[in-house]
């Protein structure tokens, strides 16, 4: 016993004889002293300038520590500053040491600022500080490393400021007024956190102010443990003004095992989406994900969004789960929908039971059934109904999403697979057949006429809005047995759609269209700012009066054959793009009729009337009235929405039609001049009086508004190319006729002839009129 007196005695003069001299080292050294070669030091080791501006103060038991006032680092290579602090102190225990364990005291830290940087190539800024990575062949960690443990006894730091840029993303972050206070951090224990920080970014714009209280249990690289969240986040995120976001409850994630815990937890989200408010909720009372085991009570998630648009309602119901991580199911998931937008009301339901993997991340969803019902004033019918069946799944390993369903939507027999094939990028497909789709009944209603005459005020043209189509991914195929879109009809239509970062491609587009056939490719391409559009058309052996009549309600041509164009245009109006159209265009019809002139019968009336007729003679058109042609051909070249033409021509058995002008597509009006030559006749029509004008040409301008345009005829170049030809016959006559008749004298009994001049000058008469 006296000698374990002896050496306790012993041991504790030599505790005595190390405090005081570690006392008397503290109280004689002084670091600041030695602040040139520390500086000289790191910039030798780091090529970063360090400067300490405030006082070092160093203690040695039972901590050895620092303490250190105002401090900056700079950039490598650069005086740039990288991080400053105003005040920081550490301190590490040195008997826990000697069992391979770092105890340190709290951690404090005061006035933090600093700027990280990941470069494009991956790199960031404190790569060096880091040190060099280990080599690839270099030898797990043994012994004494392996088994050394730090703990922590907690953190401390105020007002600290922190800026991240990620070039390669093109992102910047600011996290301003970052408060962190924990208790003791060690593997497995769990410790209490306060944080508080305000988190900034431009570009989408994030301005949110975040405090996290909770206890938090960790295994570096195994498992992580919430208890007691208590989330309160306030300011701008994903595009919502005004966030609230609260989160309280507890949750555990484990790594290795793949296993999930959650139990009391609820969110809850308001805030503004544009115009429209948001309130959300999640509960989850109790959700355990195990290898061997799965279970939990009813998931719920309901969403209210309330704006001038109207409001949605919408609620999604998960009952208790069984089964395994790796093979789990539910009963029937329910997902309801409400919108009510002004007389407009729609509901819509879809449940099915949920089956997946966890692990592998697919989820099943093999019964499903949709239902749709609207009810509105200005729906076809007031109402549509719809119901739909079938199957998908969602594998998240691979990214893809394949749904098949069929059904029946109004009138509509729907039968469609359709699926996604990536996530990041959205990447879509599909492959649907509907019997029949009147795309008109679903369209808001035309607004009614105004009172005759009474002019209605002009509305300012709302320009379309296409950069959905920038974010589109994907293609399919599309099959209608009969649609109608804008009131024009067509069967058998089938169309292949493409689209990749706002260029939608719909080629080839194929259709029975007006008794012949439609074969077409559009592309819209919504990419800049303004979009643009082209289209290349082909009909054949088509009914053009009635495609005319059902596209625009306007029946002034019959006829059929084929029609092409090749065009293209931008804007985001539908005026902009008609005046912006460019491409050409050509026509060629048989056998119909242009209505609105009977252009024979005019000259015929005019014949009979030359006498009172001067100059030019405006008709409206009558429908009722109509030029027949066994041909008419003519080609287009389109330039800034105008498309001109400058060989019309229309072939019948009494007339030759000939002309040039321009249709202005932008403003809806025509300029044309036509004309017309007599060049048969038959007795039905008028043939005596039109027999005597063969070969006059007759000038007729067609101009004025597209749909009802005038026509006018020029009498006086009717009645001076009358004049010529008749002339030019009476001079032929003579001449001729005067040769014959000294070789021949008249038949005994027969009149004289009379002398050309007279006949001549009677002939000028009846014309002119004098």
């Given at each position: 016993m006296k000698?374990?007196k002896?050496i306790?005695?012993?041991?504790g003069?030599l505790?005595?004889?190390?405090g005081a001299?570690?006392a008397?080292?503290?109280s004689?050294?002084d670091p600041?002293?030695?602040?040139p070669q520390?500086?000289k030091?790191?910039k030798?080791?780091t090529q970063?300038?360090?400067k300490?501006?405030?006082?070092?103060?160093?203690s040695?038991?039972?901590?050895?520590?620092?303490?250190?006032?105002?401090?900056?680092l700079s950039?490598?290579?650069?005086?740039?500053?990288?991080?400053?602090v105003?005040?920081?102190h550490?301190?590490?225990?040195?008997?826990?040491l000697?069992?391979?364990?770092a105890?340190?005291?709290?951690?404090?830290?005061?006035?933090l600022?600093?700027?990280?940087?990941?470069a494009?190539?991956?790199?960031?800024?404190?790569?060096?500080?880091?040190?060099?990575?280990?080599?690839?062949?270099?030898?797990a960690?043994?012994?004494?490393?392996?088994d050394?443990?730090v703990?922590i006894?907690?953190?401390?730091?105020?007002?600290?400021?922190?800026?991240?840029a990620?070039?390669?993303?093109?992102?910047?972050?600011?996290f301003s007024?970052?408060?962190?206070?924990?208790?003791?951090?060690?593997?497995?224990?769990?410790?209490?956190?306060?944080?508080?920080?305000?988190?900034q970014?431009d570009?989408?714009?994030?301005?949110l102010?975040?405090?996290l209280?909770?206890?938090?249990a960790?295994?570096?690289?195994r498992?992580l443990a919430?208890?007691?969240?208590?989330?309160?986040?306030?300011?701008v995120?994903?595009?919502?003004?005004?966030?609230?976001?609260?989160?309280t409850?507890?949750?555990?994630a484990?790594?290795?095992?793949?296993?999930?815990t959650?139990s009391k937890?609820?969110?809850?989200?308001?805030?503004m989406?544009?115009?429209?408010?948001?309130?959300?909720?999640?509960?989850?009372?109790?959700?355990?994900?195990?290898?061997?085991?799965?279970?939990?009570?009813?998931?719920?998630v309901?969403a209210?969004?309330?704006?001038?648009?109207?409001?949605?309602?919408?609620?999604l119901?998960?009952?208790?789960?069984?089964?395994?991580a790796?093979?789990?199911?539910?009963?029937?998931?329910?997902?309801?929908l409400?919108?009510?937008?002004?007389?407009?009301?729609?509901?819509a339901?879809?449940a099915?039971?949920?089956a997946?993997?966890?692990?592998?991340?697919?989820?099943?969803?093999?019964?499903?059934k949709?239902?749709?019902s609207?009810?509105g004033p200005?729906?076809?019918?007031?109402?549509?109904?719809?119901?739909?069946?079938?199957s998908?799944?969602?594998d998240?390993?691979k990214?893809s999403v394949?749904?098949?369903?069929?059904?029946k939507?109004?009138?509509s027999q729907?039968?469609?697979?359709?699926?996604?094939?990536?996530?990041?990028p959205?990447?879509?497909k599909?492959n649907?057949?509907?019997?029949?789709l009147?795309?008109?009944?679903?369209?808001?209603?035309?607004?009614?006429?105004?009172?005759?005459?009474a002019?209605a005020?002009?509305?300012?043209?709302?320009?379309?809005?296409l950069?959905?189509?920038?974010?589109?991914?994907?293609?399919g195929?599309?099959?209608?047995?009969a649609?109608?879109?804008?009131?024009?009809?067509?069967s058998?239509?089938?169309m292949?759609v493409?689209a990749n970062?706002?260029?939608?491609?719909?080629?080839?587009?194929t259709?029975?269209?007006?008794q012949?056939?439609l074969?077409?490719a559009?592309?819209?391409?919504?990419a800049?700012a303004t979009p643009?559009?082209?289209?290349?058309?082909n009909?054949?052996?088509?009914?053009?009066?009635?495609f005319?009549?059902?596209?625009?309600g306007n029946d002034?041509?019959?006829?059929?054959?084929n029609?092409?164009?090749?065009?293209t245009?931008q804007?985001?109006t539908?005026?902009?793009?008609?005046?912006?159209?460019?491409?050409?265009?050509a026509?060629?019809?048989?056998n119909g009729?242009?209505k609105?002139?009977?252009i024979a019968?005019?000259?015929?009336?005019?014949?009979?009337?030359?006498?009172t007729?001067?100059?030019?003679?405006?008709?409206?058109?009558d429908?009722?009235q109509?030029?027949?042609?066994?041909?008419l051909?003519?080609?287009?070249?389109?330039?800034?929405?105008?498309a001109?033409?400058?060989?019309l021509?229309?072939?019948s058995?009494?007339?030759?039609v000939?002309?040039?002008?321009?249709?202005?597509?932008?403003?809806?009006?025509?300029?044309?001049?036509?004309?017309?030559?007599?060049?048969?006749t038959?007795?039905?029509?008028?043939?005596?009086?039109?027999?005597?004008?063969r070969?006059?040409?007759?000038?007729?301008?067609?101009?004025g508004?597209l749909?009802?345009?005038?026509?006018?005829?020029?009498f006086?170049a009717?009645a001076?190319?009358?004049?010529?030809?008749?002339?030019?016959?009476r001079?032929q006559e003579?001449l001729?006729?005067?040769?014959a008749?000294?070789?021949?004298?008249?038949?005994?009994?027969?009149?004289?002839?009379?002398?050309p001049?007279?006949?001549v000058?009677?002939?000028l008469?009846?014309?002119?009129?004098?």
């Amino acid at each position: 016993m006296k000698i374990l007196k002896y050496i306790l005695l012993a041991l504790g003069g030599l505790v005595i004889l190390a405090g005081a001299a570690l006392a008397y080292i503290a109280s004689t050294f002084d670091p600041n002293q030695y602040k040139p070669q520390i500086v000289k030091a790191v910039k030798e080791k780091t090529q970063r300038t360090l400067k300490l501006e405030g006082d070092i103060a160093l203690s040695f038991w039972p901590s050895i520590g620092a303490r250190i006032g105002r401090a900056s680092l700079s950039e490598r290579a650069s005086e740039r500053e990288f991080a400053a602090v105003e005040e920081a102190h550490v301190s590490l225990k040195l008997l826990p040491l000697l069992s391979k364990q770092a105890i340190v005291d709290t951690v404090r830290i005061k006035g933090l600022r600093a700027s990280v940087v990941r470069a494009k190539d991956g790199s960031t800024n404190v790569d060096d500080l880091a040190g060099p990575p280990p080599a690839k062949d270099a030898p797990a960690a043994k012994g004494a490393e392996a088994d050394f443990k730090v703990d922590i006894a907690g953190v401390e730091i105020e007002d600290a400021a922190i800026q991240y840029a990620d070039q390669a993303a093109g992102l910047k972050y600011a996290f301003s007024k970052l408060n962190l206070k924990t208790g003791r951090i060690a593997p497995a224990v769990p410790t209490g956190i306060a944080l508080s920080v305000r988190a900034q970014r431009d570009k989408p714009r994030l301005d949110l102010q975040t405090a996290l209280k909770t206890r938090l249990a960790f295994d570096p690289g195994r498992s992580l443990a919430l208890d007691d969240l208590a989330l309160d986040a306030k300011g701008v995120a994903a595009g919502i003004t005004n966030l609230a976001l609260k989160a309280t409850g507890s949750a555990m994630a484990n790594v290795t095992s793949g296993e999930f815990t959650a139990s009391k937890l609820n969110v809850s989200l308001t805030g503004m989406s544009g115009k429209d408010a948001l309130d959300i909720k999640v509960d989850v009372p109790r959700l355990s994900l195990a290898g061997d085991k799965a279970s939990g009570d009813k998931v719920a998630v309901v969403a209210k969004i309330t704006g001038p648009g109207g409001t949605l309602h919408a609620s999604l119901m998960l009952p208790g789960i069984e089964g395994t991580a790796q093979a789990f199911r539910s009963g029937a998931a329910h997902l309801d929908l409400d919108l009510k937008r002004g007389d407009l009301a729609v509901k819509a339901k879809l449940a099915s039971p949920v089956a997946g993997n966890l692990k592998a991340r697919q989820l099943n969803l093999p019964k499903l059934k949709a239902s749709l019902s609207a009810s509105g004033p200005n729906l076809p019918g007031k109402s549509i109904a719809g119901e739909l069946a079938g199957s998908a799944a969602v594998d998240g390993a691979k990214q893809s999403v394949q749904a098949n369903l069929a059904g029946k939507v109004s009138d509509s027999q729907i039968k469609a697979q359709v699926g996604v094939t990536g996530f990041a990028p959205l990447a879509f497909k599909f492959n649907a057949v509907v019997d029949q789709l009147d795309v008109d009944r679903y369209l808001p209603p035309k607004a009614a006429g105004g009172a005759p005459g009474a002019a209605a005020p002009k509305q300012p043209e709302q320009p379309f809005d296409l950069t959905a189509l920038r974010g589109l991914r994907g293609g399919g195929t599309l099959r209608f047995g009969a649609l109608k879109v804008n009131n024009v009809k067509a069967s058998n239509v089938r169309m292949d759609v493409r689209a990749n970062g706002g260029r939608v491609d719909v080629s080839p587009l194929t259709a029975g269209f007006y008794q012949g056939s439609l074969s077409s490719a559009v592309t819209v391409n919504a990419a800049p700012a303004t979009p643009t559009f082209a289209a290349k058309h082909n009909m054949s052996g088509i009914n053009v009066g009635a495609f005319l009549k059902d596209l625009a309600g306007n029946d002034t041509l019959e006829g059929r054959g084929n029609v092409t164009a090749d065009v293209t245009t931008q804007g985001s109006t539908v005026t902009a793009l008609k005046k912006a159209l460019n491409g050409n265009a050509a026509v060629k019809l048989t056998n119909g009729a242009v209505k609105g002139i009977d252009i024979a019968g005019s000259i015929r009336n005019a014949k009979a009337r030359l006498g009172t007729l001067r100059g030019e003679q405006t008709q409206k058109a009558d429908k009722s009235q109509k030029t027949d042609f066994s041909e008419l051909t003519a080609t287009f070249r389109i330039a800034n929405g105008v498309a001109r033409n400058n060989d019309l021509s229309l072939k019948s058995p009494l007339l030759r039609v000939g002309g040039e002008g321009e249709i202005n597509i932008g403003e809806d009006t025509v300029n044309y001049l036509v004309k017309a030559s007599i060049v048969g006749t038959t007795q039905g029509q008028g043939g005596r009086e039109l027999g005597d004008l063969r070969g006059v040409t007759v000038p007729v301008r067609v101009a004025g508004p597209l749909a009802n345009p005038s026509y006018k005829l020029d009498f006086g170049a009717m009645a001076t190319e009358t004049a010529k030809q008749e002339i030019k016959g009476r001079l032929q006559e003579r001449l001729l006729g005067g040769a014959a008749a000294k070789g021949a004298a008249p038949a005994p009994g027969t009149a004289p002839a009379p002398a050309p001049g007279d006949s001549v000058r009677d002939k000028l008469r009846s014309i002119f009129g004098r």
